[in-house]
């Protein structure tokens, strides 16, 4: 078992991998793809996101610093009311501006992460929101952290700071190599919660088609401030009108007609996927988690730009 492998659940990578430096025979084509990454990264943040950024993740309720008199002019959002029962007196929550936040960034790179009928693939899509997040983050002061997982957790990179390890984190999701192909966001939450004890703002980014993770979720979310995006391409939802094809699991293997033509099977497919998608969004609403949609050949600064006004308004 992986777990048993693993002594230090602090060290950065597992049992069989290297923990630091430039993985072995990466080619040059995919050292230019995570450069022309953080360049594009780069313009965006400095363009647009790095204010939203600080706005949103500036710490406020993340570091309890003391409990203060009222004076007038304090902002009353601030008052502790637990407090003011307790002794009659209107006291003000302090916290701890200057700290630095870490986030974390949970990513799927399972088999179907890298399949689909598009040039560019879910993994791709998702290597540049996570290179995105993590320059912003970086930029702010803040420390990023990466866990890879498929089946079970496959790789962790403890988090740290500086714009090299923004490469790392991008360079670790597009040159993921993972030893299992399945989709397993339960055993992800589950490592989560063992190896980050501080407080964390966590980022899954995953297709969201599996089942079975609302226990790990809710455990996960009662420790960090989990922030799930979901990345998906137009097929994970709707079957195009091509007659009968062949189509493979890319996670399994196994292959199977299907006669797209029917426009029974189409809606059984798009009924089922809906299915997922009903269940996750009461779900999330129920722990209160924020999703970002995605989809591979749309263009995502809309809905990034969505989410930090969401979350600003919310925090306002």
Not at 184 to 204: D, E, H, I, M, P
Not at 277 to 296: A, M, P, S, Y
Request: glycine share 6%; with cysteine; aromatic share 8%.
């Amino acid at each position: 078992m992986l777990w048993k492998r693993r002594r230090d659940a602090r060290q950065d990578g597992f049992a069989g991998t290297p923990a630091t430096g430039r993985p072995a025979g990466i080619p040059q084509e995919m050292l230019d793809r995570v450069k022309a990454i953080e360049i594009k990264a780069r313009r965006l943040v400095n363009d647009l996101f790095l204010g939203e950024y600080q706005a949103v993740f500036r710490g406020r309720g993340l570091e309890f610093d003391e409990l203060r008199p009222y004076t007038p002019g304090d902002d009353v959002r601030s008052i502790d009311w637990k407090a003011y029962a307790r002794t009659g007196k209107p006291m003000i929550r302090r916290y701890r501006e200057d700290r630095d936040l870490t986030v974390v960034f949970v990513v799927d790179v399972s088999a179907s992460q890298s399949a689909g009928a598009l040039p560019r693939t879910k993994g791709d899509l998702a290597a540049e929101i996570c290179a995105v997040l993590a320059l912003a983050a970086i930029r702010n002061k803040d420390r990023v952290g990466l866990l890879l997982f498929a089946s079970r957790p496959e790789r962790y990179v403890r988090p740290s700071g500086g714009s090299t390890h923004v490469l790392r984190v991008v360079r670790e999701v597009l040159w993921a190599r993972p030893e299992t192909r399945g989709t397993n966001v339960a055993a992800a939450l589950q490592y989560l919660t063992g190896v980050q004890k501080r407080r964390a703002t966590v980022f899954v980014l995953s297709d969201f088609l599996a089942e079975g993770y609302a226990r790990e979720l809710r455990a996960a979310a009662i420790h960090h401030d989990i922030i799930a995006v979901r990345v998906r391409e137009p097929i994970d939802s709707e079957l195009p009108n091509a007659g009968i094809i062949t189509v493979r699991d890319a996670e399994t293997g196994s292959t199977a007609e299907v006669d797209t033509s029917s426009a029974a099977v189409r809606e059984a497919y798009r009924a089922h996927v809906a299915a997922i998608d009903n269940d996750r969004r009461h779900l999330f609403g129920e722990l209160g988690i924020d999703e970002i949609r995605l989809t591979v050949g749309v263009d995502y600064v809309p809905a990034l730009l969505q989410f930090f006004k969401r979350r600003s308004v919310a925090a306002a």
